[in-house]
């Protein structure tokens, strides 16, 4: 590749989808596929960078060339990426981070004789990793968060852009529309980046690699 522009850089990606475990065979989930947050790790190596991929139940393989480093939920993603976040550059959370998890993991499976026709789980709410490295920021280390949303009409899903951008504190934060097919398992993605300002610097739509190349141009 003759955009040699990100070498020398350390980046590190979350990708994939955290599960949190209920039992010895139960998790809670989300359908992210890590297909995005593995094309922009092909897209950075390719371009230069020293990639750490912090791999969250990926569907599909990790890049030969980046040290990957498998997590499970979003506690082990967390400790993972406060760790190599320290000494990078940019960190990019493109990972589906479980908001909760149950707030005591069962020892035993879940029986359905134990529990009745209605179960109810208590949960308890997950650290948010990425407002949590900005507010630790360090100068010189840029920030990309990205927000899956489900909402239909452009000015709201806007809206919501610019609050969760003031919430988290990030450098530049990628909004994408996700659904039952959209988003998550697609190989294709369609993208808004808003910057820090809640100004849109960014739209872009195609093949996920295509939109890890806008998301990787504006970074540099
Ligand atoms: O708040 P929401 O989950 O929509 O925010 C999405 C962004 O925040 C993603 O970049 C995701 O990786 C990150 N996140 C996080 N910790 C959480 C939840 C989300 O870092 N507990």
């Keep these: 590749d003759p955009r040699r522009d990100l ?7 979350t990708a994939g989808g955290t599960r949190e475990p209920l039992d010895p065979v139960r998790f809670l989930g989300n359908r992210s596929s890590g297909k995005q ?8 190596l390719a371009r230069g960078a020293w990639v750490t991929l912090i791999a969250a139940n990926l569907e599909v393989p990790a890049p030969a060339s980046a040290d990957v480093r498998r997590v499970g939920t979003a506690l082990e993603l967390d400790a993972a ?20 998890r149950p707030a005591a993991v069962r020892a035993d499976k879940i029986k359905k004789d134990d529990t009745g026709d ?12 990425l407002a949590g490295l900005a507010a630790a920021g360090r100068p010189g280390r840029l920030l990309i968060g ?32 996700v659904g039952w097919t959209e988003g998550f398992a697609s190989d294709r993605n369609e993208i808004t980046v808003l910057d820090r300002r809640g100004d849109i ?12 190349e806008r998301i990787l141009d504006l970074i540099v």
């Excluded at 927000?147 to 951008?165: F, N, Q, S």
């Design 118 to 129: 209605s179960l109810l789980l208590e949960l308890t709410r997950n650290p948010d990793i």
């Design 201 to 212: 610097v960014c739209e872009a739509s195609g093949s996920k690699l295509s939109v890890a």
């Design 7 to 13: 070498a020398g850089k350390h980046v590190v990606i």
């Design 37 to 44: 947050g593995v094309a922009l790790a092909q897209a950075a």
């Design 81 to 100: 990426v406060t760790d190599a976040a320290a000494h990078a550059d940019v960190v990019i959370m493109a990972a589906a981070v479980a908001d909760y």
């Design 146 to 177: 990205f927000a899956a949303e489900t909402e239909p009409d452009a000015d709201r899903l806007l809206a919501l852009g610019r609050t969760k951008m003031a919430r988290k504190g990030c450098d530049f934060l990628v909004l994408n529309r």
